[in-house]
């Protein structure tokens, strides 16, 4: 079943949804690698669990008054904590190496970690210079890798933005045409795709947008439903004429039309 919901809203002009863009020098395409994310979200952890060592340093006297019971369990929270959310990320990090240790494992909230960061890593990100679109683009190709389709039944849905140039539209259209069980929306706005995400309840979502589109999208529906997200590129600017790489659409369609 192929078919396209029409807009209900004129069409965007020139960057009106990018507030902090001023016509100015954003880069048309965006190319930051998984290694940024993974490295800024370990620092991150990292930084957790020697928070956590502090505090511990710090209370155990303080726990140690109380009687030695009280010293254990606070020495077994803290290190248990820190051991579980460590063996998570490596397990991810695996994940993200080779999909199959993923699958094999089948970690149902296994990218939750990833977003759960996600907030921190980007105040870290800004400390050293690196905008939200560079780390965004970054976090979705690492969840890119983290997708694991979870049911074999229910729609694909395929949710393009406004701003896709018209050709491309009309291909990504076509595209969707050769599958049956795949559904195209043009999504106008984030509450809007989460309103057609309630409508259809996919088993799974191609998205098409830009990164700080993509990271919200990936933030609401990840990994409850597998999400597989396609930066656009803006040769013109942000929310105009934006274009993508069929290829990449044609092949996260095939992904999960072949599980
Ligand atoms: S997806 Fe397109 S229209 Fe939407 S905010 Fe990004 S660039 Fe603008």
Redesign the pocket.
């Known amino acids: 079943m192929n078919r396209e919901r029409k807009p209900i809203t004129p069409d ?1 002009v020139l ?4 507030l902090d863009w001023k016509g100015s020098n954003a880069p048309s395409q965006i190319t930051e690698g998984k290694r940024t994310f993974l490295i800024l979200s370990f620092a991150v952890l990292a930084g957790f669990v020697l928070l956590g060592i502090l505090f511990w340093y710090l209370a155990l006297p303080r726990f140690e008054q109380y009687g030695r019971f009280y010293a254990a369990l606070l020495t077994a929270v803290i290190a248990g904590g820190a051991l579980f959310f460590l063996v998570w990320y490596a397990i991810l990090i695996g994940a993200v190496i080779s999909q199959r240790i993923y699958l094999a494992i089948c970690l149902r909230r296994g990218s939750n970690l990833f977003v759960m960061l996600f907030p921190v890593v980007a105040r870290l990100a800004r400390s050293f210079g690196i905008s939200r679109d560079r780390l965004g683009h970054s976090f979705i190709e690492v969840s890119n890798r983290l997708v694991a389709p979870r049911r074999t039944d229910g729609s694909i849905l395929a949710l393009v ?4 140039s018209r050709e491309l539209k009309k291909e990504v259209q076509s595209i969707c045409a050769e599958f049956p069980g795949v559904i195209l929306h043009t999504a106008p ?1 984030g509450t809007q795709a989460r309103s057609i995400i309630r409508e259809i309840r996919p088993r799974a979502i191609v998205a098409v ?2 990164e ?2 993509l990271v919200s999208g990936i933030h609401d529906v990840a990994p409850r439903i597998p999400i597989i997200g396609i930066p ?1 590129t ?1 040769p013109h600017g ?2 105009k004429d ?1 274009v993508i790489d069929v290829g990449k659409f044609r092949s996260a369609i095939l992904f999960f039309r072949k599980e």
């Open positions: 965007r960057g009106d949804e990018w933005p406004r701003c896709l706005g947008a830009c700080r589109d656009n803006r942000p929310c934006t």
